[in-house]
């Protein structure tokens, strides 16, 4: 069975400066994937970043980044220079491996203030 | 990218009628479709995986007498909540799985249904 634990039920930051939203998993599985997804007030799923867990580079867009440590099973999501928009509900997400047909598992989620 | 539009965004119903929530794939075909719900400050929970074709696959603890999805062709999933009960009122949202994009998934932008 797949599991994550995000243990920071909620974070706040001051506008600019960079943040961490921590993420832990727990697999059985050798191949795996690993997402976050932003959710704002509204509701929407906003995905942000994906990283495959044979991918050797940490993935990178724009201003996140993820940093992958397999062997401690932690997958991070760095934001840096944070903005006002940012605040929302932050949600990391595994699956396994056989993408097409699998269930996103998600953990519990962070909720980020971003403060002027 | 691979758009699902989600209807309704949001609906209030009176206890004891059925509610049919609507998850159409725009520009690509969703062979499998995840149904989540999602009470206040909570994670997303996996109600169910339908497979365009076939009878859905619920997950432990989810009635289906109660939540009646149908995917019967390669654009269109339903969620039927039937005789909708004030417990019921939580955000629904769905999700297809889509091969060719690095985001994996792509989620509809959600149902909020209120039962009253």
């Known amino acids: 069975a797949q599991k994550i634990t995000q243990t920071q039920p909620g974070m706040f930051v001051q506008e600019k400066e960079a943040v961490t939203l921590d993420c832990t998993y727990d697999?059985?599985?050798?191949?795996?994937?690993l997402f976050w997804y932003k959710q704002p007030s509204s509701g929407e799923m906003i995905f942000l970043i994906y990283?495959?867990?044979?991918?050797?580079q940490n993935a990178t867009e724009g201003r996140y980044s993820l940093n992958f440590q397999k062997a401690r099973k932690s997958a991070n999501l760095v934001i840096s220079a944070s903005q006002l928009g940012d605040s929302a509900m932050y949600f990391c997400?595994?699956?396994?491996?056989?993408?097409?047909?699998?269930?996103?598992?998600f953990g519990t989620g962070t909720r980020l203030t971003i403060i002027p | 990218g691979a758009v699902v539009s989600q209807h309704p965004s949001w609906v209030i119903c009176k206890s004891g009628t059925s509610v049919k929530i609507e998850c159409r794939s725009l520009?690509?075909?969703?062979?499998?479709m995840f149904w989540y719900r999602q009470f206040p400050k909570q994670s997303l929970m996996l109600m169910a995986t339908?497979?365009?074709?076939?009878?859905?696959?619920?997950e432990q603890g989810v009635e289906k007498d109660k939540f009646l999805i149908n995917h019967a062709s390669l654009t269109l999933s339903t969620l039927t909540v039937t005789s909708a009960h004030p417990e019921d009122s939580s955000f629904y949202i769905c999700?297809?799985?889509?091969?060719?994009?690095?985001?994996?998934?792509?989620f509809g932008s959600g149902t909020r249904l209120t039962v009253v």
């Open positions: 520009d690509f075909q969703a062979t499998t």
């Open positions: 339908s497979n365009e074709g076939s009878k859905a696959t619920y």
């Open positions: 697999t059985s599985d050798q191949s795996y994937g």
């Open positions: 997400a595994m699956r396994g491996p056989n993408f097409g047909n699998e269930k996103l598992t």
């Open positions: 999700s297809a799985s889509v091969r060719e994009q690095d985001s994996g998934y792509t």
């Open positions: 990283q495959g867990s044979y991918d050797e």
